[in-house]
């Protein structure tokens, strides 16, 4: 146990009862407790193996690279479709946990192994997105916005992929690709200030 992480047991309103034994469960795996991204995080030599976290109506042990492992139980759920490596379990009660545990043993163990075998997630590539037709013509408009959207890193050029792609209508995917122009320019990532 961390003493750094205690705070965030303690203040859970909401799931306590199923945090803590979502901690004891894992901390029985031998992994390492720390705090990351402001929640408990367990790791192997280094490596990020799980994650604990909550939801309003659900808590969840994210696995970070829980497409990698075998979910002989069926028990793993992708977040978003945009999720490529991380899986959840999601719980909505301690009983579930309880009779989870040695399931949920089995797979952080799988998930050790995943990391002691040095195996990589193989995250689809920048070009494999789908460029919105709002953008690809914006871009084939304006060869200094394709410049500078191409000098972005592939992760800015992701997150920019999939915030125009998001909308149903196409006027929604060109009102955003025209508010984002400015910032590509400027060398930004969607979030960046």
């Not at 203040?11 to 390492?32: N, P, S």
């Not at 069926?74 to 009779?99: D, P």
């Not at 999939?162 to 508010?179: G, H, I």
């Amino acid at each position: 146990m961390n003493p750094k992480v205690d705070f965030y047991f303690s203040k859970a309103k909401k799931w306590q009862e199923e945090l803590e034994q979502l901690r004891m469960i894992v901390l029985d795996c031998g992994l390492t407790e720390e705090l990351k991204w402001g929640v408990p995080c367990y790791t192997f030599q280094k490596s990020n193996i799980v994650l604990i976290h909550v939801f309003k109506e659900y808590c969840a042990l994210l696995f970070f690279k829980g497409a990698l492992l075998n979910d002989a139980n069926g028990i793993l759920i992708q977040q978003t479709k945009n999720v490529q490596a991380g899986r959840q379990i999601r719980f909505t009660n301690v009983r579930e946990i309880v009779e989870m545990e040695p399931i949920l043993k089995a797979y952080i163990y799988e998930a050790i192994e995943v990391e002691k075998a040095g195996l990589k997630v193989n995250f689809k590539k920048t070009t494999e997105f789908i460029i919105p037709e709002e953008f690809q013509n914006k871009l084939d408009e304006i060869p200094a916005l394709k410049t500078a959207f191409h000098a972005l890193t592939p992760g800015r050029q992701r997150a920019y992929h999939l915030y125009f792609s998001a909308p149903k209508q196409s006027k929604t995917r060109e009102s955003r690709v025209e508010k984002c122009m400015q910032q590509i320019f400027n060398g930004k990532g969607l979030n960046d200030q």
